[in-house]
């Protein structure tokens, strides 16, 4: 039998790997960009949804496809207790669009349609700085236009959320998958390249040049990166349509002043792209510099059963945003009210009056704990009061209340009457 039995249990209540929780100051932090996030979406005509955190494995599977490192090797998938195999969402768009399609929410023309989401995504990954098994993404879809207007729309939505959070220096990395005409001109291309050096290439590049030879433009092997440095770019197979499409999202992007570096390197992990794809980034010399990315994915909805519509979305990460954060930015935390008792003949009294100044809507919190005044005073500035109420054998006696405001020198120990203090805290204390 194990001597003491802490032990054991201390080890099984550690967070599981990659994985942390999320309180004090960082989760101020993320409140912080989800608040403003959800002002800015408003701003650019989206509503909220919510999509439940586990969907039916296929869903990932099918639209982010086998060959997606997320697919392959990074989803939490099980098998439930009914049997069916499900997958903790390592996403967020999979299910938007399960969900657009499950509730019919395209029908009566009803587009375009505008969607954001936040909440946590899983993924099976290394964990390091800034890459974590649960993490949080703030998301957005824009469905039913087909437009270079939409897709700077998209960026523009997100280097305004940018700004409002205080982030300078966010570069736009974009590029273009083209049609599938383009596309499959460009593979041919870049296949005969790449079968060149199939020997120096990784092993999983090698595997990729029968399967998916853009995704190698992707890999972070020194190696692939420098066979990749000549290889043949996109922007050269493009059909004279792709090519205005791309041209033209670049004008639009000059014309709203929003600086982008073309990176013909730009696939972006996942199956479903199609013409524009970015990303967010703010070079710190390390690979976890993306702050977000998305693109326009075409077909994506008719996989789901649904119409053949067109779609453009991006995500942000929520911990790679908090990591750049400075607390100075974040609002200040509200003003509040602390009861505090002289002594425990008063404890009745702070607490009645608690709960005429909740009622009030005034912010309050009881101090009962601390040997004395002076502990108990401590107490509450720690916790951030704002304003102190003390209620002692006196006061109690002729019905008043002693008043403080921690950071005004003129308002030390006031004395008032239990009456007159709603409208005092109200009218010159701006509660
Ligand atoms: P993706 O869906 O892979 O394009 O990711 C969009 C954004 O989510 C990235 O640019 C990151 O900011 C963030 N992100 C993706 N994977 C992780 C992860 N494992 N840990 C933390 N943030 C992540």
Same mark, same amino acid.
């Given at each position: 039998?194990?001597?003491?039995? &802490?032990?054991?249990?201390?080890?099984?209540? !550690?967070?599981?790997?990659?994985?942390?929780?999320?309180? %004090?100051?960082?989760?101020?932090?993320?409140?912080?960009?989800?608040?403003?996030?959800?002002?800015?979406?408003?701003?650019?005509?989206?509503?909220?949804?919510?999509?439940?955190?586990?969907?039916?494995?296929?869903?990932?599977?099918?639209?982010?496809?086998?060959?997606?490192?997320?697919?392959?090797?990074?989803?939490?998938?099980?098998?439930?207790? %009914?049997?069916?195999?499900?997958?903790?969402?390592?996403?967020?768009? !999979?299910?938007?669009?399960?969900?657009?399609?499950?509730?019919?929410?395209? @029908?009566?023309? &009803?587009?375009?349609?505008?969607?954001?989401?936040?909440?946590?995504?899983?993924?099976?990954?290394?964990?390091?700085?800034?890459?974590?098994?649960?993490? $949080?993404?703030?998301? #957005?879809? $824009?469905?039913?236009?087909?437009?270079?207007?939409?897709?700077?729309?998209?960026?523009?939505? !997100?280097?305004?959320? #940018?700004?409002?959070?205080?982030?300078?220096?966010? @570069? @736009? $990395?974009?590029?273009?998958?083209?049609?599938?005409?383009?596309?499959?001109?460009?593979?041919?291309?870049?296949?005969?390249?790449?079968?060149?050096?199939?020997?120096?290439?990784?092993?999983?590049?090698?595997?990729?040049?029968?399967?998916?030879?853009?995704?190698?433009?992707?890999?972070?092997?020194?190696?692939?990166?420098?066979?990749?440095?000549?290889?043949?770019?996109?922007?050269? #197979?493009?059909?004279?349509?792709?090519?205005?499409?791309?041209?033209?999202?670049?004008?639009?992007?000059?014309?709203?002043?929003?600086?982008?570096? @073309?990176?013909?390197?730009?696939?972006?992990?996942?199956?479903?792209?199609?013409?524009?794809? =970015?990303?967010?980034?703010?070079?710190?010399?390390?690979?976890?510099?993306?702050? %977000?990315?998305?693109?326009?994915?075409?077909?994506?909805?008719?996989?789901?059963?649904?119409?053949?519509?067109?779609?453009?979305?991006?995500?942000? %990460? !929520?911990?790679?945003?908090?990591?750049?954060?400075?607390?100075?930015?974040?609002?200040?935390?509200?003003?509040?009210?602390?009861?505090?008792?002289?002594?425990?003949?008063?404890?009745?009294?702070? =607490?009645?009056?608690?709960?005429?100044?909740?009622?009030?809507?005034?912010?309050?919190?009881?101090?009962?704990?601390?040997?004395?005044?002076?502990?108990?005073?401590?107490?509450?500035?720690?916790?951030?009061?704002?304003?102190?109420?003390?209620?002692?054998?006196?006061?109690?006696?002729?019905? &008043?209340?002693?008043?403080?405001?921690?950071?005004?020198?003129?308002?030390?120990?006031?004395?008032?009457?239990?009456?007159?203090?709603?409208? =005092?805290?109200?009218?010159?204390?701006?509660?």
């Amino acid at each position: 039998m194990d001597e003491n039995p &802490n032990n054991e249990l201390r080890e099984k209540v !550690a967070p599981i790997r990659g994985m942390k929780d999320l309180y %004090g100051v960082d989760f101020r932090k993320y409140q912080f960009i989800i608040d403003v996030a959800t002002r800015i979406a408003n701003k650019f005509g989206y509503q909220l949804i919510e999509t439940p955190i586990v969907e039916q494995t296929a869903v990932f599977q099918r639209s982010l496809g086998d060959e997606s490192d997320v697919v392959s090797k990074e989803m939490y998938s099980f098998v439930d207790k %009914g049997g069916e195999d499900i997958t903790l969402r390592p996403e967020g768009t !999979a299910g938007v669009m399960r969900a657009i399609s499950s509730n019919k929410l395209l @029908v009566n023309n &009803n587009n375009p349609l505008k969607l954001m989401y936040y909440g946590p995504m899983f993924r099976y990954d290394r964990p390091q700085k800034g890459r974590y098994r649960q993490f $949080h993404q703030i998301g #957005f879809e $824009h469905i039913g236009e087909k437009s270079p207007y939409t897709d700077v729309v998209n960026i523009a939505l !997100a280097m305004d959320i #940018f700004k409002n959070i205080g982030l300078c220096g966010v @570069v @736009v $990395h974009i590029n273009t998958l083209g049609g599938a005409v383009s596309r499959e001109k460009y593979a041919k291309a870049l296949v005969e390249y790449l079968n060149k050096y199939e020997q120096q290439l990784s092993a999983v590049s090698k595997c990729r040049l029968k399967k998916n030879p853009l995704r190698i433009l992707d890999s972070k092997e020194p190696t692939d990166i420098d066979i990749c440095t000549n290889a043949p770019k996109i922007q050269d #197979f493009l059909t004279p349509d792709d090519k205005k499409y791309f041209d033209t999202v670049l004008e639009l992007l000059k014309l709203w002043s929003i600086d982008y570096e @073309v990176d013909p390197k730009l696939v972006r992990g996942l199956d479903y792209y199609t013409h524009t794809t =970015f990303e967010f980034k703010i070079p710190n010399g390390s690979y976890q510099d993306a702050l %977000g990315g998305g693109g326009r994915y075409d077909g994506l909805l008719k996989l789901f059963g649904g119409n053949d519509i067109s779609g453009v979305g991006f995500a942000l %990460g !929520a911990e790679r945003i908090m990591m750049l954060l400075n607390e100075k930015i974040l609002p200040p935390l509200g003003r509040k009210v602390a009861v505090i008792p002289v002594s425990e003949n008063e404890f009745a009294d702070v =607490f009645e009056l608690m709960a005429t100044l909740l009622d009030e809507q005034v912010p309050t919190e009881l101090i009962l704990t601390g040997s004395n005044l002076k502990k108990r005073v401590e107490i509450a500035t720690k916790r951030g009061c704002s304003h102190l109420i003390v209620i002692g054998d006196d006061e109690k006696k002729q019905c &008043n209340v002693a008043l403080t405001e921690i950071d005004n020198p003129k308002l030390r120990n006031i004395l008032l009457s239990k009456n007159k203090l709603i409208s =005092f805290l109200k009218e010159e204390c701006n509660f």
